[in-house]
């Protein structure tokens, strides 16, 4: 798969075409393609990197593409990749706590600015940190907006190979690196916010209940605790 040499946010044309029509190429190749994910990929160092927003992507995004590393498929969000032909690809993601993902989002989505485009009276109310959770509360979780998706449905579990803890970014982004092939570099975090307290302190035993309900899936599958 490649980006348009324009638009690295947009795949090119006869990508595009493969995309809409991959039931028919599954019937014809036998090879089975993915649910979709926010992907990016290089041929030249055969990765396939599960983006999950909040969990340190633009810094990362940033640094590949200021140091030169070739991705063929640079930000494309919401696309599907074909198993067979992707099977050799080194496949990694990054999570984090969920508890201290969802504290970022509101940080950076709400409090900053309006980035969902919600009606100017919801967003109001939506300062308030256990109002925002009651809003995330009422979504489907694994099909609403990625900034607050499970982070369980934006990486396909039964391929990735390896997962980067946001706890400890810098080491899981070098051994990547050191896996694929890549020479280090230096990370230049970008989009922090600032003075931010400890996420525990944003939290009730109530609020703090309620989140690990809302994102159960990511507590077991990534082994997180408050």
Not at 13 to 23: F, R
Not at 121 to 142: G, Q, S
Not at 215 to 222: A, L
Request: glycine share 4%; charged share 30%; with cysteine.
């Amino acid at each position: 798969m490649q980006t348009t040499r324009r638009n690295p946010n947009r795949l090119s044309i006869p990508d595009q075409v493969a995309q809409a029509c991959h039931p028919l190429l599954r019937l014809v190749t036998g090879s089975r393609w993915s649910r979709k994910y926010d992907l990016t990929i290089s041929r030249q160092h055969r990765f396939i990197w599960f983006r999950v927003p909040k969990n340190g992507t633009r810094t990362l995004l940033q640094s590949l593409e200021s140091n030169g590393v070739a991705l063929d498929v640079g930000e494309v969000n919401m696309i599907r990749y074909p198993l067979r032909a992707c099977r050799d690809y080194y496949k990694f993601a990054v999570v984090r706590n969920p508890w201290d993902r969802l504290v970022s989002c509101w940080h950076n989505k709400i409090l900053r600015k309006n980035a969902f485009g919600l009606p100017e009276d919801l967003h109001r109310r939506l300062h308030d940190f256990p109002a925002f959770i009651d809003h995330v509360a009422h979504k489907n979780i694994e099909r609403c907006d990625t900034h607050i998706a499970s982070q369980s449905s934006l990486v396909d579990l039964d391929e990735v190979d390896y997962l980067i803890r946001m706890e400890s970014y810098e080491e899981g982004i070098a051994h990547v690196f050191r896996t694929i092939g890549i020479d280090p570099f230096e990370i230049s975090s970008t989009n922090r916010t600032p003075e931010r307290k400890p996420y525990a302190e944003y939290y009730t035993d109530e609020t703090r209940d309620k989140v690990g309900r809302i994102y159960e899936k990511d507590v077991r599958n990534f082994d997180y605790c408050f």
